[in-house]
């Protein structure tokens, strides 16, 4: 069977840190290593923690320099994320998010 926990990481298809995830069931007062079931996916604190992971990869540092680049999301895979972030969000009555400005910092 698989846990909360696990179906967390599972549904975010890119590697986020498992220690962001623990932290998240604990804001959302969720049991990692409780079974996951349809009726926990479609509780309001699970929804929220796949929102939270999933706005952790928009928030995530892209670097641009020249020819390279570290960070691997486009800014239109960043915008398809939070169009789904906004939703779950949307769906359990939390606030949507703005991405705002891109901010570019010099000599830091």
């Given amino acids: 069977m698989k846990t909360v926990r696990q179906a ?3 549904a975010v298809h890119y590697p986020i840190p498992e220690g962001f995830v623990d ?3 604990i804001e959302r007062d969720l049991d990692g290593e409780t079974t996951y079931t349809s009726q926990v996916s479609q509780t309001i604190s699970y929804k929220g923690a796949m929102a939270d992971c999933l706005y952790s990869l928009v928030q995530a540092i892209n670097f641009s320099e020249s020819d390279k680049s570290i960070g ?3 800014d239109k895979q960043r915008e398809l994320i939070l169009k789904r972030v906004n939703k779950l969000y949307g769906d359990i009555g939390e606030p949507t998010i703005d991405l705002g400005e891109p901010t570019v910092y010099f000599g830091v």
């Fill in 72 to 74: 691997n999301l486009t």
């Fill in 8 to 10: 967390l990481l599972d």
């Fill in 23 to 25: 932290n998240v069931l």
